[in-house]
């Protein structure tokens, strides 16, 4: 079955560790973006990577880093520098011309 | 700066109520507008509108474009438990592959 994996599921951090969240698509799709969600708010973009070795930075990248290195896979890094990094994440996917993302499940990371 | 906006933020109705979401926004070089239902997880598409005044409609839901007053409705006619859910809006600019997402309009069905 074709789709956007995320994992983990659920992740918890200590304060002060980077972690690395996941993000996989069989899919073919060149477009790949990952959004950070609040309670009561909506999608705020992270990174967006449009190719493969390329990326963006979205509206709150300070903290975060991402790669690029294969098409398939787009993780996220949750560095100590994101101060306030408990939140659900969601990745996303999008063939060019098309303007329909399709969604992981999401990664909900809280920070103990 | 580009800009998407629900309203309500929050609503809670009766079963079999209809209701109707706002989505208004300010994109510079508007492709597209996108509508999504949120329940738990992963967001899940609804409708794409790119043409002003043409309904999209899905059983209970629909919705309309007015790229005149930059804005969208998504109405929910006889409403059930299972409508519960984050109502999440996306504008597409026709340049370069990024989104704007609203906050969300948060549904609540009671029976």
């Known amino acids: 079955d074709g789709g956007i994996t995320q994992s983990p599921k659920y992740l918890f951090r200590k304060e002060g560790q980077n972690v690395t969240l996941s993000c996989e698509q069989n899919?073919?799709?060149?477009?790949m973006y990952w959004y950070r969600q609040d309670p009561g708010q909506g999608l705020r973009l992270i990174y967006y990577?449009?190719?493969?070795?390329?990326?963006q930075k979205g509206d709150i990248a300070e903290g975060y880093s991402v790669s690029r290195e294969k098409k398939e896979s787009f993780p996220l890094t949750v560095t100590s520098a994101q101060k306030n990094p408990t939140a659900f994440y969601l990745c996303?996917?999008?063939?060019?011309?098309?303007?329909?993302?399709?969604f992981g499940p999401g990664t909900r990371l809280t920070v103990l | 700066e580009d800009k998407v906006v629900q309203s309500p933020l929050s609503l809670v109705v009766h079963e079999g109520d209809t209701v109707t979401l706002n989505c208004s926004y300010e994109?510079?070089?508007?492709?597209?507008l996108l509508w999504y239902k949120q329940e738990k997880k992963a967001p899940t598409f609804l409708f794409m509108l790119?043409?002003?005044?043409i309904e999209k409609k899905s059983g209970r839901l629909s919705s309309i474009l007015d790229k005149k007053e930059l804005s969208s409705i998504l109405n929910i006619t006889a409403t059930q438990t299972g409508d519960s859910a984050i109502y999440l809006c996306?504008?597409?600019?026709?340049?370069?592959?990024?989104?704007?997402f609203g906050t969300g309009t948060s549904l609540t069905v009671i029976p």
């Open positions: 790119t043409s002003s005044g």
């Open positions: 996303a996917s999008k063939v060019p011309g098309n303007n329909e993302q399709f």
């Open positions: 994109v510079t070089n508007f492709r597209s």
């Open positions: 899919l073919n799709h060149d477009a």
């Open positions: 996306a504008v597409a600019p026709n340049t370069g592959n990024q989104f704007y």
């Open positions: 990577s449009q190719i493969v070795n390329d990326f």
